[in-house]
């Protein structure tokens, strides 16, 4: 479950009172898909740093 913002139409995973977009109080409950890109930061195929 996550929310969408009635004003600006913005998503927001987890869901929140307030837009982070708009600031807009008027969210609204939604269903996503399950399904979906998980976008980092970082190169997915970097491994910890060990350090002994």
């Known amino acids: 479950m996550g929310s969408k ?4 139409g913005a998503l927001s995973l ?3 009172a307030i837009c982070v ?4 109080t008027e969210m609204e409950w ?3 898909k399950g399904t979906g890109i ?3 930061p970082l190169p997915a195929s970097l491994l ?4 002994w």
């Open 30 to 32: 939604i269903q996503f």
């Open 5 to 8: 913002c009635k004003k600006c």
């Open 38 to 40: 998980c976008w980092s």
């Open 21 to 24: 977009s708009c600031l807009g």
């Open 48 to 51: 910890p740093l060990l350090i």
């Open 14 to 16: 987890p869901p929140r």
